[in-house]
């Protein structure tokens, strides 16, 4: 728990937004003061995926391989195609 607040806390810092808003707060003499909860529930059963079909493909998109490779799952076949591949 420890360590998902503090990655939520780096994660609301490092955001421009919340820095663009703080910056506008301090400029009329307001300092934000704001707290994150974090609680733990028990999650909902979920309803089971149905599986790809024979010859069916998983397409991840941009934002898919790099939330994966942050939680350090990477793996080369996701790259796109080289720019000097042949297209014959």
Do not use: H, Y
């Amino acid at each position: 728990m420890k360590a998902l607040n503090q990655a939520i806390n780096e994660a609301v810092l490092a955001s421009n937004d919340v820095a663009a808003a703080m910056a506008a707060l301090k400029r009329t003499g307001k300092c934000a003061v704001f707290t994150v909860g974090i609680a733990l529930e028990e999650s909902p059963v979920a309803e089971p995926l149905e599986a790809l079909g024979r010859g069916e493909e998983l397409v991840l998109s941009d934002a898919d391989v790099a939330f994966l490779a942050v939680l350090g799952i990477t793996d080369p076949s996701w790259c796109g195609a080289s720019p000097n591949a042949s297209t014959a």
